[in-house]
């Protein structure tokens, strides 16, 4: 049986409040390449909003599309729609069987969207469904509170979802390892100007890291800015010295979000990153969640255990969520014992 990790990335896009549209469309003018993906079985209740919001953790959110009527199955379907997907085929299967509320969601990439006329050569306008779609402006997107806001260079779990090859090999490939030492000057440190302004948090699960931004909103903390910092931590950017004080010293209103929070003062931070491995050669009648979830348990620690349901399309594979110490791919096999055999 194969344990195998996947390379990914993701950034994030914030919802707007109290917006009565049915979708929420990409600023074509400024968005890069577009890769839309139809998505079936939406929970019943949910807006475009929600929609965006739960996605973001695959990538750069464009646009959301909800269609009025339902499929002849009668399931809620929609599009979205995100910028710069390096792997659509791993977006896709990255999205496939991923759990919204109680629902599994169905996803395929729209191969005759005319927003994929760079990856399948055809076009076509597939706007349907008696719905409406809205734009999501290019990276900054603001919430009522202006709780997190994303701009221009910042990056936000920037290698969870999309593939980059290159970054992959020099990473995990041991022949590819560099064997030579590079002096650093002991006057350098890097952020200075965030002393005073920043503080380090480990969040206490991969829920609470992705939704941060959110819970910030809802307990109207303003004027601060998210940056990942791998792993479950987080850096949080304040405007001003005395906020960055004053929620350091607020434990009522974090102390259910991380384990601890610091002031950021150049410190050395021990490496942590998240890994999305696979399972594959799992016997069918032994691939029970508790079974994948104690085999990958011996590589790392779970943050999303396997969500296997017999009502999936794809049995064969399962994907897992761990936080790992160090950067090396994983790849290894373990054996199964049942029964004797």
Sequence with gaps: MNVGEEGERWNDVL??????????????????????????????GCNTWDVADFVKVFGEVSGVYIARKKDKEGRRFGCVSFRNVADVKEMERALNGTKMGGSKLIANLAKFAKENVGTTGKRIDNTNGNGKEIHIPHQEVKSHSNAFINQGNGKLFSELFHKDHNS?????????????????SDET??????????????????????????LLAESRIKGVTLSYLGGLSMLLKFDEEDACSNFLLDHSVWKEWFFNLESWNCQSLPFERLAWVRILGVPKHLADNDVLNNVTEHFGKIVHGSQLETEDGDLSVSWIGLLVGKGNRIHNHVSLKWMDK
């Design 168 to 184: 992959s090999a020099r990473v995990s490939d041991p022949m590819l390892e560099s064997k030579c030492t590079i002096e650093i």
């Design 189 to 214: 440190s890097a952020f200075k100007d965030l002393i005073g302004y920043a503080l380090i948090g480990r969040c206490k699960d991969l829920i609470i890291l992705r939704s941060l931004n959110l």
């Design 15 to 44: 919802p707007k409040k109290n917006n009565k549209n049915k979708g929420i469309k990409d600023d074509r003018s400024r968005s890069g390449n577009i890769s839309k993906f139809y998505i079936t079985n939406l929970p019943h």
